[in-house]
């Protein structure tokens, strides 16, 4: 997916620029992307880039107009209209679009420039006037950055495998990060799946200077922590008026915006408080091979109503035929941080592209403005695991609740781009991405909400009935329609919760006590007709039928692949149980499938750099 890549060391400048080659050819997974290096000699630096064309990040490198500083760049970030008028004020020359005022935003405020970048990204900066070099990120630490130091050389990359590909030594598995993987889904605390490759921290800003790196951090999640609580009336009142002045903002593009559309309250809010143009935005919504979810309804009427086209991209059966393939490249570009499970989003996301290069979403509203959170223990079947790996996965546990000192600072800081990222970054290989519920305006806004309205929807359902009327009076997927309370609008929530929880258990199975149940509830919910209205993605069924060859043949090669990982007889007899319908284990399978993926493609298949 795009990023950059790059080495800061004393090797020879000749090696520095054939390893780096090697690292963007790594990460240039699609034939569309644009790609790019530069080298400072004499600072010891040599780096690349990889974007998406026509994006902000696209037309690098970013110089300013004497080239003593240089900036790579991945992702995104938000500069307000004032700023850019004030540096053309001051004499700076460059485009209106794209990341060329990043450097002369820099010139003018120097290391405090890194301070005020809004958005997700990450950036190499070059400053030859100081002899400088700094590493740096936004402050979620949701665009990614793995790195390596060697007693010669700090290497660093978007993407572990570029690292992987250039330091075959690296080939290992961590142990305790995939135990963290097995125990909650994701490593913690800039774990990785590798052995001594490590994340970035948010707000990283990395000096490097006469051969040494100081290590720092531009901004404290405290900042935030510390402010003031707002009366109820107040948050409210910020809270829109907050959100309809960053809205423009992620709908601002040279080319089409693709809304994607769900039947929830965080893509309404987003259409309820943006006028709409038909010639500049389309809308879409992902969905199953067959009929229709109450997603599907709802946003296509949600599009109708602001005069939108909506499109509806399936399933088709050419993702089950190449499933293995779908599933393949899915664990390789996330490097494993989407597993089987997400084999859906690279090609969803290859459909998108083809109506709109920039994908506008609701993703992490959820998380933000109402502090739901689904980051909590996976609750595998212990029998899988080898009994050495066992400490590990149940310290995970522990180690997850330690994260959880602050509601709001764990949904942002550690939820969204630890355990959420993996879709995340399916997606991103295929179509620029957007979300206006990080802007950190927005962000540090919801640690000032009282604790009466933390988990409400009522703020959200207020700002889309009085900026859209009409989206107002559209029940959402779950039945919700502003602040009303009649009977019809108990009954339409109560039989939404109450499908919805059907749904759920059709396909990930019962909880695990009534587990032998299952070959009696699934016929029994589908011969009612109610299954299926909420979720379209059927693994567990799809499991046992189109994909049991490709299950079983995967399940083999994982007990050979990684024997210090499973119990081999445990993991032959759930495999067995699900494939009969006995009992549901998709999420065990997809643990297992995933690493063995990881360990095939990643440590024995990748190429290694000469």
């Known amino acids: 997916m795009p990023g950059i890549v790059g080495i800061i060391s004393r090797k020879p400048a000749a090696e520095q620029a054939r390893l780096v080659k ?61 700023i850019k008028n004030q540096l053309r004020r001051r004499g700076h020359r460059f485009a ?59 290497y660093f990359a978007s993407e572990a495998k570029a690292l992987l590909r250039v330091l075959p030594q690296l080939r290992e598995f961590d142990r305790e990060g ?35 790196v100081r290590r720092e951090t531009y901004f404290s999640p405290s900042t935030w922590e510390g402010l003031a609580k707002l009366s109820a009336p107040d948050y409210e009142a910020q809270f829109r008026t907050t959100f309809q002045k960053i809205l423009p903002r992620y709908f601002a593009s040279d080319s089409k915006v693709g809304i994607a559309l769900t039947g929830g309250l965080d893509t309404r809010m987003i259409m309820a ?91 992490y509203g959820s998380e933000i403005c109402r502090a739901i959170s689904t980051f909590k223990p996976l609750g595998l079947a212990p029998q899988i695991f080898h009994p050495d790996l066992m400490p590990g996965v149940n310290a995970a546990s522990g180690q997850l609740a330690g994260l959880k000192k602050h509601p709001d600072t764990f949904a942002a ?47 959200t359902m207020r700002l889309v009935k009085a900026c859209s009327p009409a989206l107002d009076r559209i029940p959402t997927d779950r039945g919700f329609i502003s602040d009303r309370s009649d009977p019809e609008v108990f009954l339409r929530r109560a039989f939404a919760e109450v499908t919805f929880k059907l749904d759920y258990c059709s396909n990930a199975g019962l909880p695990r006590p009534f587990g032998p149940l299952d070959p009696v509830f699934a016929p029994v919910v589908k011969a009612l007709g109610i299954v299926g209205l909420h979720k379209f993605l059927k693994y567990s069924t799809w499991f046992r039928t189109s994909l049991a060859p490709y299950v079983r043949a995967r399940v083999e090669a994982a007990k050979k692949s990684a024997p210090g990982f499973w119990d081999s007889e445990a993991l032959e007899e759930v495999t067995r149980q699900h494939l009969s319908g006995r009992k549901a284990f998709p999420s ?23």
């Open 413 to 459: 800081f550690q939820e969204i781009p630890c355990n959420l990222f993996g879709n995340l970054a399916a997606g991103r290989s295929q179509i620029s991405f957007r979300t206006p519920y990080l802007d950190n305006e927005l962000v540090a806004l919801a640690y000032q909400c009282p604790a009466s309205l933390k988990k409400s929807s009522l703020p």
């Open 22 to 82: 090697t690292m963007v050819a790594t990460l240039r997974h699609e034939s569309f992307y644009a790609v790019g290096d530069f080298i400072a000699p004499e600072l010891g630096v040599c780096g690349g880039w990889i974007a998406h064309e026509n994006s902000f990040a696209d037309k690098q490198v970013f110089q300013n107009e004497n080239q003593d500083i240089t900036i790579l760049f991945a992702g995104e970030c938000f500069v307000a209209g004032e």
């Open 588 to 610: 065990e399978l997809n643990a297992v499938l995933t690493l063995e993926a990881v360990e095939r493609l990643l440590f024995r298949e990748l190429p290694r750099s000469h």
């Open 96 to 154: 209106d679009a794209g990341g060329d005022c990043l450097v002369h935003l820099y010139e003018e405020q120097g290391e405090k420039f890194f301070e005020d970048l809004n958005g997700l990204f990450a950036g190499l900066l070059v400053d030859r006037r100081q002899g400088k070099v700094f590493l740096f990120n936004d402050r979620y630490g949701l665009e990614r950055i793995y790195w390596h130091e060697t007693a010669d050389a700090l």
């Open 273 to 363: 408080c943006h006028p709409h143009d038909p010639g500049r935005e389309t809308s879409y919504t992902f969905t199953g091979p067959l009929g229709q979810t109450l997603d599907d309804r709802v946003a296509a009427r949600v599009a109708a109503a602001c005069g939108l086209e909506h499109h509806l991209l399936r399933l088709e059966p050419d993702f089950f035929s190449n499933f293995a393939a779908h599933a393949d490249q899915t664990v390789s570009i996330t490097d494993g941080c989407s597993g089987i499970l997400g084999a859906h989003e690279i090609y969803f996301h290859r459909q998108a592209r083809a109506l709109a290069l920039l994908r506008l979403t609701g993703n």
């Open 178 to 212: 995939v135990a963290q993987l097995l125990g909650v889904g994701c490593p913690l605390a800039g774990r990785t799946l590798f052995r001594d490759i490590q994340l970035l921290p948010g707000a990283a800003r990395w000096t490097c200077e006469n051969g040494s």
